[in-house]
């Protein structure tokens, strides 16, 4: 089965950089996924990550380290829109699929 | 390129009763997964269908169930309805084969149980 935990809230500044960290425990690893969701919205896509290292995609970046089990999205140049829910999601190897495992998600409020 | 819809949007019903959803993928995706998010369990997976056939199941009793149509369409119905199963049911399509995949939601069926 699968664990994941990140921070239930976070608070930054408008213009700030901020980390959101996903640890996650599996019997079966076949990548990690952030979304973002805004309050009544679906999950939007941010990232995936297979292997190791670091993915950009212009403001958003997103780390993982297998032999940790541990993922981090980075947020720079924050702005209001941005303040979100943000998930950490793994995928399971079993079954060939697309089964994917989703922590609480970690609730951001940017201020100015 | 059209989106994920979902209808309907909103739905009542009351306990005991049986409720279908409905899913059209993207153009082309044949994978359709099936989601429960509520405020106290988050997103929790339902179970997966690729090219009619269930493909991942997750941790939910039997009323929830589901199928996929030869046009990739997916239904999902819940059974006698419980207070519980209030909650926004989202479903997902990606195109089914490769190792990276973005898994494009729609917006959602919000389900009240009375």
């Known amino acids: 089965g699968q664990n994941i935990d990140q921070p239930t809230e976070m608070t930054a500044t408008e213009g700030a950089i901020v980390q959101i960290n996903c640890t996650y425990q599996?019997?079966?690893?076949?990548?990690l996924f952030w979304y973002q969701q805004h309050a009544g919205e679906a999950p939007t896509f941010l990232s995936y990550n297979v292997l190791d290292g670091l993915e950009e995609k212009g403001r958003f970046s997103s780390f993982l380290s297998r032999s940790k089990g541990y993922s981090y999205l980075l947020l720079k140049e924050l702005q209001m829109k941005d303040s979100a829910s943000y998930l950490c999601?793994?995928?399971?190897?079993?079954?060939?699929?697309?089964?994917?495992?989703f922590g609480t998600g970690t609730q951001l409020k940017v201020e100015l | 390129k059209a989106g994920v819809t979902q209808t309907p949007r909103y739905l009542i019903k009351t306990r005991g009763q049986q409720v279908t959803l409905s899913c059209s993928p993207i153009?082309?995706?044949?994978?359709v997964s099936w989601y429960q998010q509520t405020p106290g369990q988050g997103l929790q997976f339902l179970f997966e269908y690729f090219s009619e056939t269930q493909r991942n199941k997750g941790n939910f009793p039997g009323r929830f169930s589901g199928r996929q149509f030869s046009n990739s369409r997916s239904e999902m119905n819940v059974s006698t309805l419980e207070l519980g199963d209030s909650a926004l049911y989202l479903c997902a399509s990606f195109t089914g084969t490769g190792n990276y995949n973005e898994q494009f939601f729609g917006p959602g069926t919000r389900l009240t149980v009375l």
């Open positions: 999601a793994v995928r399971d190897i079993g079954g060939g699929g697309n089964k994917l495992t």
């Open positions: 599996t019997s079966g690893f076949n990548g």
């Open positions: 153009s082309g995706h044949r994978s």
